[in-house]
């Protein structure tokens, strides 16, 4: 299968190609299941194109530079919406069907009111959430982290009082192992 999401306000095209790993198709995390950036036993396509090899293509409004991750038939990323006032910013989490590229969930996180400014080459919405069998955790650095059951959409916890100057904005994507999940936060200010 391969899949192209379309980042409206961007206009940008992200190639997610999904390869069968073993039994179960899954890119729970940012670089995939081992941390390496591997898809083992994977044919991915020679070329590609709007009228080529493609599945599916669904719009996300929005930026984000976060990586789609998935398990279990679900494609989960995180995206930025400006606000129309244009000092609000909505930071959400959207979880994809990846058979059919239909939205299963649009997932407002954090509403913020003139956030700091970041580096033109970064979004608001870089890290890429990580995946466990219950959950999506969505990480904004700064801006706050929060867990969403992924089967309801519904919110399980936020957190947003890790509070560092960026300088540039959030890029570090969070790591679950365990019961725990990591961040990194290396602000200017502190770490």
């Given at each position: 299968?391969?899949?192209?999401?379309r980042l409206?306000?961007?206009t940008?095209?992200?190639l997610?190609?999904?390869?069968?790993t073993?039994?179960e198709d899954?890119?729970?995390?940012?670089?995939?299941p081992s941390?390496?950036?591997?898809?083992?036993?994977?044919?991915?396509?020679?070329q590609?194109?709007?009228?080529?090899k493609?599945?599916?293509?669904t719009?996300?409004s929005?930026?984000?530079w976060?990586?789609?991750?998935?398990?279990?038939?679900?494609l989960w990323?995180?995206?930025?919406i400006?606000?129309?006032a244009?000092?609000?910013l909505s930071?959400q989490?959207i979880?994809?069907?990846a058979?059919?590229?239909?939205?299963?969930?649009q997932?407002e996180?954090?509403?913020?009111?003139?956030?700091?400014?970041i580096h033109?080459?970064n979004?608001y919405?870089?890290?890429?959430?990580?995946?466990?069998?219950?959950?999506?955790?969505?990480?904004?650095g700064?801006?706050?982290?929060?867990?969403?059951?992924?089967?309801?959409?519904?919110?399980?916890?936020?957190e947003?009082s890790?509070?560092i100057?960026?300088?540039g904005g959030p890029g570090?994507?969070?790591?679950?192992?365990?019961?725990?999940l990591i961040?990194?936060l290396d602000g200017?200010d502190?770490?």
């Amino acid at each position: 299968m391969r899949h192209v999401l379309r980042l409206s306000v961007c206009t940008c095209l992200l190639l997610f190609s999904v390869c069968s790993t073993h039994a179960e198709d899954s890119w729970p995390a940012f670089r995939g299941p081992s941390g390496q950036g591997l898809a083992t036993d994977c044919q991915p396509p020679k070329q590609f194109g709007p009228q080529d090899k493609l599945d599916w293509k669904t719009a996300i409004s929005g930026q984000g530079w976060s990586s789609p991750v998935l398990l279990d038939g679900q494609l989960w990323m995180t995206t930025a919406i400006p606000g129309e006032a244009g000092n609000e910013l909505s930071l959400q989490a959207i979880g994809v069907d990846a058979e059919s590229g239909r939205i299963l969930h649009q997932i407002e996180l954090f509403s913020l009111t003139d956030p700091e400014e970041i580096h033109d080459d970064n979004s608001y919405a870089s890290p890429t959430p990580v995946l466990d069998q219950e959950r999506v955790y969505c990480h904004f650095g700064t801006f706050g982290t929060a867990a969403v059951n992924r089967q309801t959409g519904e919110i399980v916890w936020k957190e947003n009082s890790l509070q560092i100057d960026h300088q540039g904005g959030p890029g570090s994507s969070p790591v679950a192992t365990e019961d725990l999940l990591i961040l990194t936060l290396d602000g200017a200010d502190k770490q």
